[in-house]
């Protein structure tokens, strides 16, 4: 396989697993939170649900990272491209921007949903400051996939 | 619309409190004032205890029975977290609900029934701890624990495979011993030894074989012992689901017990409401604020109550905020639920609900942009409008929602992920990503002017002239400016347009001191960094728009693989159908969330900061608005 084509896989690979990482610790810890919420309150089940999901969407966007760089190299059900080192390279450092970002970002979301699972406790009507709050942190995951893409569009293969 | 509260003071006979109060709260437009220094008799407290108990008892009465109440699907369960389901009553059935002798004697039987369950739960708790530590030895018929002269009796346990070894250990010694096994339970084995008394050594072979003494001794065989706890356990299960049966046919009662905590509810919110004013021995006198133009029609309604009682307007004291309430009507009501998730504005400030209505359409569509989304949300949200007719305003603003979702979708021609309207594209968000970014930079533009034209006539309009025309009016010029620049290409008219907004801010400074005015002039240049950051926040619904179309695509190829995959014809038709319903059912679900949230928060940071800060408080009437129940008038 050429240089070009691995590091093409390695950036897709990455902006999928990091993020899917970062979702996974945020959403497990806002679940530990939100189970233990349910235990006293059952009926606060669907907002709980919301505070958990919302940093999951970092997985997402790594996902969403991924597929472009898939489907630019020809490796989603098309023929496969020839992919220079250069390329390749340009393809990783595309990825870094959402790998790392949401990685971090997930991470980050996640403690402040876990917050807002204290709010929807004692102020359930308050539940929506609560997730915008944490929506807030996921900005910047959008930007660096904003980046991403902006960058994988610029490159021609 | 904001609605404003004047503050009133209520007076009124002591002995018609009750009803005025009462018909207060069926009006719904008075919040009570509680006064530092309230005053409350005997005779309220007595009856707010009263109120307290009968509370108190619905509220047990509503947990207990509600353990026996038949679990919802796991979709209502969620629905009703969100929207719970209320049931009618008008008044007079509630009232002949609370005057019900059944409902004591429900309250007595729920009693009677949870102290039967409690004492049988713990005694079977018990039993069940006896049991378990009995059944190893469960095999033994007789007692070991007969006075035998000269020998002694060891009771202990040993793992299953060390059985043998402990038997040949013993055996070794060719000493008289007699075992007895009781039976195997998780791989161990209960026993009882009998040895000589001197022999203590026997003991301690069996110890080092790996039996453990266990402290344990029976007045009776275990075998007899373990089989009257199993029937006792058993009649105890028998009487415990005979308890169980009685409650779920109580289980009936449940909607009859919610309302009434409503109405106790109701009932302690009127003590509260006494207790926060004052008394004489003939008169009651409140506070209250009240929205303005209500209080005449409340009076009218008060003085067929009891002519004797009166309501005046009262001035505010410094600095004192009145509470805030948004009426809009019609469509623009949906818009309300954007507004609620921030807060309230302060009373001196514009409502942002119908500014905001608009754009924040516009924002969720271009986050989505999928006509198929589009019309699925539309179609769904009609669905559950039609449903949950107490949600109708939420589920109006994702039709709304929806419908411009549908254009953003004829506009980047993406339909469910596929090329279906693609003759009706005007842009490519995925091949040409930067003339979507333009589009939405555009959109962000247009919605701060808008802001700040508003803030710069609430400003005006509250005779702020200085606000208005220095750092609204500058920034306005500026935004004028750059458009110009945009049509014309001209950059002279964007330079003049900054050096203007400088002027103005210099010219319109609150600041006497003419360098403090300089530096506001160099202040608002400053603020145009905040301008660029604010429609560089725009690009996000690029970004939402380009996730949820790439995974739509996405799964739209999932699909066609799976189709290519699976050699049995039917099958592969049967996942692919599966893949594209649940994924595309998720993703819009998904981005939906997504699209709300940063759509919203478009509004709440880039939007309200022009005009507004917020953070005033919601009135919150006097009102007959239940967790249960919806007051219906006949």
Known sequence: ?157 | MNLSAKKYEIIGLKDKSQEIIEEMQLSGVAEIISLDEGEFTDGDLKNKSSVELKLAEMKFVNDFLSRFEEKQGFLSALIDSFFPTKDKYDLKQLRNLSSEKRTDELVESCNFLEKRLNRIDSRCELLEREIEELKKFSGISENPFIDFENFEVFIGSIISDKKEELLNALKEKSIFFFIRWGGEEEKKNGFYMIYPQEEEQLVEIAKSVGAVQESITWSRPPAEIVREKREELSDLKKKREEIIERGRELTGEIPKVRALIDWYGWELEKCEALESGKKTELYFYLQAWILEGRAEKMEEKLKKITPYMSINELEMRKNERPPVLMENKDLMESFEVVTGVYGAPKSDEPDPTPFLAPFFAVAFGLALSDAGYGLLLIALCYFMGKKLEDARAFFNLFIIAGAFTVLAGLLTGTFFGTDLFAGLRIVDAVSDPIEVLYLVSVFGLIQIFVGLLVGLFWNYKQGDINTALGSKGGAVVFFLGIAAFAFTGRAPLLIGSVILMFLLNIIFSENENPLKRLLSGFGSLYDLIGYFSDVLSYSRLLALGLATGIIAMTINMIAFIFMDMIPVAGLNVAVAGFVLVFGHVANLLINALSSFIHSARLQFVEFFSKFMEGGGRRFRPLAKKGRFVEVIKK
């Not at chain 1, 790594?62 to 491209?81: M, P, R, S, T, Y």
Request: hydrophobic share 55%; proline share 3%.
């Open chain 1, 1 to 157: 396989m050429e240089l070009g084509l691995i590091l093409a896989i390695l950036g897709a690979g990455l902006a999928v697993t990091l993020p899917c990482i970062g979702s996974a610790i945020a959403l497990s810890a806002v679940g530990r939170s939100a189970a233990g919420l349910i235990s006293e309150e059952p009926e606060k089940f669907g907002k709980a649900l919301l505070l958990q999901v919302l940093p999951g969407t970092q997985g997402i966007y790594g996902f969403l990272a991924a597929v472009l760089v898939l489907q630019q190299v020809g490796l989603f059900g098309e023929e496969i491209v020839e992919v220079s080192a250069g390329v390749g390279w340009q393809i990783l450092l595309a990825c870094i921007p959402i790998t790392l970002a949401g990685l971090l970002s997930a991470v980050f979301q996640g403690k402040v949903s876990v917050s807002g699972i204290s709010t929807l406790a004692k102020k359930p009507e308050e539940a929506g400051k609560a997730i915008i709050l944490s929506a807030m942190v996921e900005t910047y995951a959008v930007i660096a996939l904003l980046l991403t893409i902006l960058i994988l569009n610029g490159i021609t293969v």
